[in-house]
C-alpha cells in the first residue's frame, strides 16, 4: 500500500460521486441531466453540503493530529487522545449554559478557548511527568479527557442538557444541512496555513535547543500550531461532532510511507482524511440502508484496529 | 571572536558555572573537559544561548549573545547538542538542508542546495542520503547532524560530547573532520569532551573545569600535565609521548 496522489485523487473524486448519489431519496447517475425539482433541492440543500463537511473534517482532524504529534514528538498524541476534543465539548456546555443566544461563531470560539486550555494543560503534563513508555501518553490524555469529559456530563446532568450534549458526542453527518455547516470553511485557510507552516513545524518537532539553533522562534511556532489545532477541532465537533481516531491513525499511515517532513506528509495526510472519512460515511449509509449507521462508531470500529495495530507494530518493531 | 566574562549559572545554591572568564581564540579547536559535573555543558550551552546565564557576559564579535537577534546567531554560531535521540523518519538529505533554515526559510535556493550537497560530501554521506534517520546507526547519524551543522556554515561551531556512543572508527573520522574544518575553513570549533587523549590529539587549546571553576586553561600541551590533570580528575595519570602525541594512560 502506497500513499499516492495519483492514486488518492481518482478514489477521493469517485467516492464524492458515490456519496452524492447515495441516500434515502433514490437518485441515479441517468437522472443527472434531468433532475426532479426534489432532486435538485436534495443535492444541493443535503448531499452536497455533507459532502463538503466530510471532506473539510477529514482534512483538518487529520492534519490536526499531524501537528500535534510533530509537535509533542508523540506519535500517539491527538485530538483524541489529548483532551482536546473533550475539552473543546465542556466549551460547548459552558457556552450554552451561559450565552443561550450565542451564534455559532461566538459558541465556536468558547469551543476553542476550552480546547487549546485543555491540549496546554496536557502538554504541560507531559512535559511535566517524563514517561519511560510513549504508550502511557495517550493513556493520560485518554484519562484527562474522561476526567473534563465526566466534569460535562456532571455538569449537563445538573441542568437537564444530557440530550443536548450527546449529538456532540458521536460524530454525525447526516444532520448536515445547508446552513449548518458553513462554520467548517474556517479550516480551510487554516490548513493552508499549516502547510506555509510546514517547515517550521517540522524543525520545531526536532526539539526546542535544535529549533533555537537555527534561529526559529520555538514558541511563536509551537503556540500557532495549538492554536491551529484547537480551532479545527471545535469547528469539527460544533459541525459534525466528535470523530474519534481520525487525527490519530491517517498521520501514523502516512508517516509510515512518507516520512515525518510536513512539506511532504501534509498533503498526503489531508487527502487521505478525507478519503478515509468519506468512505466511513459511505460505509455507514449502506450498511443497514435505508438507515445509518453514525460515523462516529464506523471510525471508532474501523480506527480502534488499526490504532491496535499501530501499538503492536511498534512495541514489535522495539523489542 | 568568543570572550565569557565572569559567567555564573547557579541551579538552587549550588553554581554549576562558578565565575568563568575565558577567551577562545578564532581558527582554532577548543575543549572542554572534566569530570562528570563540572560545568562543560552547561557553559557550553550558555556560550550558545540555550541556556540563560545569572551572571556575567558572552561576547560573540563583541556582542552580548543573549541580547543579540536569534535569526542572526542562527547563521553565526551553531550548537550541537549531544545524543539526538530522537526517532524521526527524516531522511539524511532532510535534516542537512535543515542548516539552511536561518538563511532561506525553507525555501532552498541553488546556493543552499550545492552548500546541502557539499556538505553531505564533506562527511561522506552520498550514499544515503535519501535514507531515513531511523535506520541508520549511531555514527551514521551523529555523521548526518555534523553535516547540518556544517551546512548551517557558522563561523562558530560548538558541540556537546559529539564522540559520545561513536566507536573509535566514527570518533577518529569525526574529530579529523572537525579539525579539517578549522584548518581548511577556518572554523571556531568549540567541543566538550569526555575522552582526555582525543582532547589531547585533535585540540588546539584545552580548557580544564572541575565544579564549575576553570582549574587551567591554555594550549594542549600546557594541559595536558600530570600535575594539572591531577587537580582536575583526581587521578595521577602517567602521559607518554606516542608518534608526537601526548596520551594520558589512565587505566590503571
Known amino acids: ?319 | 571572536m568568543v570572550k565569557i566574562k565572569d559567567v555564573t549559572k547557579l541551579y538552587g545554591d549550588t553554581a554549576v558555572v562558578d565565575h568563568v572568564s575565558m577567551t577562545i581564540p578564532k581558527g582554532k579547536i577548543t575543549s572542554f573537559i572534566g569530570p562528570n559535573g563540572a560545568g562543560k555543558s552547561t557553559l557550553l550551552s550558555i556560550v550558545s544561548r540555550l541556556i540563560a546565564k545569572d551572571e556575567g557576559e558572552v561576547l560573540i564579535d563583541g556582542e552580548e549573545v543573549s541580547a543579540t537577534n536569534n535569526k542572526a546567531l542562527a547563521k553565526k554560531l551553531s550548537i550541537l547538542k549531544q545524543a539526538n535521540d530522537i526517532n524521526v523518519r527524516l531522511t539524511v538529505r532532510q535534516l542537512v538542508s535543515f542548516g539552511r533554515f536561518p538563511y532561506s526559510q525553507g525555501r532552498l535556493t541553488d546556493i543552499d542546495e550545492k552548500m546541502i550537497d557539499s556538505a553531505i560530501h564533506y562527511m561522506e554521506l552520498e550514499t544515503m542520503e535519501n535514507k531515513f534517520l531511523d535506520q541508520l546507526s549511531g555514527g551514521q547519524k551523529q555523521r548526518a547532524y555534523i553535516a547540518m551543522v556544517i551546512a548551517q556554515d557558522t563561523e562558530y561551531i560548538l558541540l556537546d560530547e559529539p564522540l559520545n556512543n561513536l566507536d573509535m572508527k566514527h570518533s577518529v573520522q569525526i574529530m579529523k573532520v572537525l579539525r579539517r574544518l578549522a584548518d581548511e575553513l577556518g572554523k571556531t570549533i568549540v567541543i566538550v569532551l569526555h575522552d582526555v587523549n582525543f582532547a589531547s590529539v585533535y585540540s588546539d587549546y584545552i580548557v580544564a573545569l572541575r565544579d564549575g571553576k576553570v582549574i587551567k586553561k591554555g594550549p594542549t600541551d600546557e594541559i595536558i600535565r600530570n600535575g594539572v590533570l591531577k587537580e582536575v580528575y583526581d587521578m595521577d595519570i602517567k602521559i607518554q609521548d606516542i608518534d608526537q602525541c601526548r596520551i594520558c594512560l589512565y587505566f590503571s
Do not use: C
Open chain 1, 1 to 319: 500500500m502506497t500513499v499516492k496522489f495519483k492514486v488518492l485523487i481518482p478514489v477521493l473524486i469517485i467516492l464524492s460521486i458515490l456519496s452524492i448519489f447515495i441516500g434515502v431519496v433514490p437518485l441515479s447517475f441517468t437522472d443527472i441531466f434531468q433532475l426532479t425539482s426534489q432532486q435538485q433541492q436534495i443535492i444541493l440543500v443535503s448531499r452536497i453540503p455533507r459532502l463538503i463537511s466530510i471532506i473539510l473534517a477529514g482534512v483538518g482532524l487529520s492534519v490536526s493530529g499531524l501537528i500535534m504529534q510533530q509537535l509533542s514528538r508523540n506519535k500517539f498524541v491527538s485530538p483524541t487522545t489529548a483532551g482536546t476534543m473533550d475539552s473543546a465539548r465542556l466549551g460547548i456546555l459552558v457556552a450554552m449554559m451561559f450565552f443561550h443566544q450565542a451564534t455559532p461563531l461566538e459558541r465556536m470560539l468558547v469551543a476553542f478557548l476550552f480546547s487549546i486550555s485543555g491540549t496546554l494543560i496536557f502538554m504541560k503534563i507531559l512535559d511535566k511527568v517524563k514517561f519511560k513508555d510513549p504508550i502511557f501518553i495517550p493513556l493520560v490524555g485518554l484519562m484527562f479527557g474522561n476526567i473534563v469529559g465526566s466534569i460535562t456530563t456532571f455538569i449537563a446532568y445538573q441542568n437537564d442538557l444530557i440530550q443536548n450534549m450527546s449529538s456532540w458526542l458521536q460524530g454525525n453527518f447526516a444532520l448536515i444541512l445547508e446552513g449548518r455547516y458553513e462554520l467548517l470553511y474556517i479550516s480551510v485557510p487554516l490548513v493552508i496555513v499549516s502547510y506555509i507552516f510546514a517547515h517550521r513545524f517540522t524543525i520545531a518537532g526536532m526539539g526546542e535547543d535544535f529549533a533555537k539553533n537555527l534561529g526559529l522562534n520555538y514558541n511563536l511556532v509551537v503556540n500557532t500550531g495549538l492554536i491551529i489545532v484547537a480551532l479545527i477541532t471545535s469547528v469539527v465537533i460544533l459541525t459534525a461532532g466528535t470523530i474519534p481516531f481520525l487525527g490519530l491513525i491517517i498521520p501514523n499511515i502516512v508517516s509510515m510511507y512518507r516520512g515525518d517532513h510536513l512539506k511532504n506528509s501534509l498533503p498526503f495526510t489531508a487527502l487521505l482524511g478525507a478519503v478515509f472519512l468519506l468512505a466511513s460515511d459511505i460505509i455507514g449509509r449502506v450498511i443497514i440502508f435505508p438507515y445509518e449507521v453514525a460515523i462516529g462508531v464506523i471510525v471508532g470500529v474501523v480506527g480502534s484496529f488499526i490504532f491496535l495495530y499501530l501499538v503492536m507494530r511498534r512495541s514489535a518493531y522495539e523489542s
